[in-house]
C-alpha cells in the first residue's frame, strides 16, 4: 500500500504543476475572449468574428503596451498613472506588490533585488539565503539603519511572501547566483536543482 501512495504522489507532483500552469493560461485567455472578444463582436460585421480574435487581441495590446512603454511621453503618463493609484489606501498596497513581483519576474533592471547574499543569524552557524533591496538609508530615520546596515529580503519556502529584515553588512557573504535562480532555490526548501 506505501508503495502505491508513492507512485501516486510521484505521478501528482509530476503533473500538478503542468495542470496548474495550462489552468491559469486558459483562464487568462478565457478572460481576454470574453472581453475582448466581446468588444470586437462590436465592431466587426455578423460572420467575421472566430473564436480566439479575443486571445489574439489581448496578446497584441500587451505587445503594443510594451513597445509604447519605450516612448518617453507614455513612460511619462505611466508614471503619472501610479502616482494617482499610490494615493488610494487600499489599491496603492495591492496594485505596488503586483507591480513589483512583475517587475522581479520580467527582469527589469530596476527589479530592487541587487544580488544574492547568504545571511548569517546571530552568533550561529546557521544562515539563510536572501535578496538585497537597500543599501542606502539616507533620508530615513536613524533608528532604521546607518552606513552599515543592509535591508535583505528573506523569502519564504513554498510561500508567496517572506520578510525584510535589516543586518549589519558583516552578517552578509555574496553568492554568485542569479535571483531567478535563488529565488526556486529558497521557495522550494533547497529541493530545485541548478539549471542545466
Do not use: C
Amino acid at each position: 500500500m506505501k508503495g502505491l501512495s508513492k507512485t501516486f504522489l510521484t505521478g501528482l507532483a509530476a503533473i500538478l504543476p503542468i495542470a496548474i500552469t495550462f489552468y491559469v493560461l486558459i483562464r487568462l485567455a478565457s478572460w481576454a475572449e470574453s472581453i475582448l472578444g466581446t468588444g470586437i463582436k462590436l465592431v466587426l460585421p455578423r460572420g467575421l468574428y472566430h473564436v480566439g480574435m479575443g486571445v489574439i487581441a489581448g496578446v497584441l495590446l500587451v505587445f503594443i503596451l510594451g513597445v509604447l512603454m519605450r516612448a518617453f511621453v507614455v513612460r511619462r503618463l505611466f508614471s503619472w498613472g501610479e502616482n494617482i493609484l499610490g494615493r488610494i489606501p487600499l489599491v496603492k498596497v495591492i496594485y505596488g506588490s503586483l507591480r513589483d513581483l512583475m517587475r522581479f519576474f520580467s527582469g527589469g533592471e530596476d527589479r530592487g533585488f541587487s544580488h544574492v547574499v547568504l545571511v548569517t543569524l546571530g552568533q550561529t552557524n546557521l544562515s539563510t539565503l536572501g535578496f538585497v533591496t537597500r543599501q542606502d538609508f539616507a533620508g530615513f530615520p536613524p533608528e532604521m539603519g546607518s552606513e552599515d546596515t543592509v535591508a535583505v529580503y528573506i523569502p519564504l519556502s513554498y510561500q508567496i511572501g517572506g520578510h525584510m529584515v535589516l543586518v549589519p553588512r558583516s552578517a552578509i557573504k555574496s553568492v554568485p547566483m542569479s535571483t531567478q535562480d535563488a529565488m526556486r532555490f529558497a521557495i522550494t526548501a533547497g529541493m530545485a536543482g541548478m539549471p542545466s
